[in-house]
């Protein structure tokens, strides 16, 4: 029987062996140009997303603390439906446009760069009274069960452009970065209010710029270039050798526990990727202290 079961495996096309198994990916690739409007919960007629990474994406199941990742975009006089998530909390990154959020019933207008954290139970929504399309990242990550949590903050909001440039321990002076948003135990960030989401950041890269090939161990991650051309590092492979993939405005890629994560900006101007970070496992905490 044995020698019967390894003629076949010897004769058998590779196709069949291949069908037998699937390898989950190491990172993935998205862009926003090529990808569909979907709806979602907070769809309307005047409200589009484009789903990236998680809730809607026909992704692998590969993903630990992220939720969802998408773009949204509110033709001029439109809105998105109110929501609210139980265990999840989420940020908005205005990439265009000008807004209102309305924030458990508070109204506050909103801009280019502006961020702002939205917490869990916390109803939110988006509306776009101007006469240009607004467009921002959502972003999403999972609240694991039993997580106390202390009780919502106010709204906690703030723009990139008011957060100064700065270098970082352990990777090269040719990115700077703007920390935008941390979690509640830290205090470098503009806004230090996620539980799950340790970092929200954006790389400013010099011409020939990189943040150098890198990994972490109990972290997710999400960049997404926002204008500029190079190429992401990628995955991993012997001897810390690691693709480099040609990546433009757009270009949206997750990295999972332990991938291989970097940039190197091959134009001749500087170039910016909006990053955001994750914990997986999720690190234990007191937050009702």
């Known amino acids: 029987m044995k020698r019967i079961v390894f003629i ?4 058998a096309p590779p196709g069949a062996l291949r069908a037998q198994r699937t390898i989950d990916p190491t990172w993935i690739h ?6 569909q409007e979907r709806p979602t ?7 589009h997303y484009k789903p990236l990474i998680g809730v809607g ?11 969802r990742y998408g773009e949204v975009t509110i033709d001029p006089m439109g809105e998105c439906k109110e929501t609210s998530y139980p265990a999840e909390e989420q940020i908005y990154y205005v990439l265009a446009g000008d807004g209102t959020l309305d924030y458990n019933g508070q ?7 502006d961020f702002m954290y939205l917490p869990p139970k916390v109803r939110h929504g988006m509306a776009n009274p101007s006469s240009s399309p607004l467009r921002f990242v959502l972003m999403g990550f999972k609240i694991p069960r039993g997580t106390a949590l202390p009780a919502p903050p106010g709204l906690q909001i703030a723009n990139a452009n008011d957060v100064r440039l700065q270098t970082d321990t352990g990777h090269p002076a040719s990115t700077l970065y703007r920390l935008l948003l941390g979690n509640r135990k830290g205090s470098n960030d503009k806004l230090d209010c ?6 929200l950041f954006m790389m400013e890269f010099a011409p020939g710029g990189t943040n150098f090939p890198h990994h972490h161990d109990m972290a ?7 204008d500029g051309h190079g ?10 050798i690691v693709g480099l993939h040609p990546s433009g405005p757009g270009d949206v890629y997750f990295f999972r526990l332990n991938s291989t994560v970097g940039f190197y900006n091959r134009d001749k101007t500087r170039a910016h990727i909006l990053a955001v970070r994750s914990w997986y496992p999720f690190p234990p905490r007191d937050y009702q202290n």
């Open 220 to 226: 997710e991650e999400i960049y997404m270039i926002l």
């Open 41 to 47: 919960d907070i769809s309307t007629s005047s409200c």
């Open 194 to 199: 996620g539980v799950v989401v340790t970092s």
């Open 57 to 67: 994406d026909a992704a692998p199941a590969i993903l630990r603390s992220v939720a």
């Open 8 to 11: 076949f495996l010897l004769l």
């Open 30 to 35: 998205r862009n926003v140009q090529r990808t």
């Open 231 to 240: 190429d992401i590092a990628a995955g991993g492979g012997e001897n810390g």
């Open 107 to 113: 109204r506050t207008s909103v801009k280019k760069d």
